[in-house]
């Protein structure tokens, strides 16, 4: 499943937007949406960003979006497409200012996944399936994960980030992780 902190059926698309965690931890799991532009999916623009490479001109919102380091470990598209930009024993830097159990700098010891999506669309079934067996197998990976240690973005960063959304069914998610 993992071979060095990758997912062995991911597809690869390798961000320059990360470094070493200070600790050799993952005991968190952070849940995130994202689309680029807003609300629109299976566009080449999130790789693009997460890459350091977005195209501004694509759309007027990308303007905001110049310069921006970011990135993420995973992204699950709608059709239920994996892909990894960051090794999981690395940091990605998907969290931003944020807080989990009085600890801050989430991005030092959680690992990130974003799901093709907005606060109020309705995420697809693929999406949830993925998104339990890819978690069910970082729970293998890192023992320090645990159910308890997953978490919006909100969460986090309230008052600063809203994702995953209302729209993001937790009792489904969490449901799949014990059946």
Not at 92 to 110: P, Q
Not at 121 to 136: I, R
């Amino acid at each position: 499943m993992m071979k060095a902190g990758w997912h062995q059926s991911a597809r690869i698309c390798q961000s320059p937007h990360f470094n070493q965690r200070p600790l050799n931890e993952v005991s968190g799991l952070v849940i995130h949406n994202i689309s680029l532009p807003a609300g629109c999916y299976g566009l080449p623009h999130i790789d693009g960003l997460f890459q350091g490479c977005l195209d501004a001109a694509a759309d007027e919102s990308f303007s905001e979006l110049v310069g921006l380091e970011v990135s993420a470990h995973f992204l699950i598209r709608r059709d239920g497409e994996l892909v990894q930009y960051v090794s999981c024993n690395d940091r990605a830097w998907h969290a931003g200012v944020s807080t989990l159990n009085g600890r801050e700098n989430c991005n030092d010891f959680t690992i990130g996944i974003e799901l093709e999506g907005t606060d109020t669309d309705p995420y697809a079934n693929e999406q949830y399936q993925v998104l339990a067996q890819l978690t069910l197998e970082l729970f293998n990976e890192y023992p320090m994960l645990k159910q308890n240690k997953i978490v919006g973005h909100c969460d986090i960063a309230p008052g600063r980030k809203t994702d995953p959304g209302q729209s993001f069914d937790w009792q489904r998610y969490l449901g799949l992780l014990v059946e």
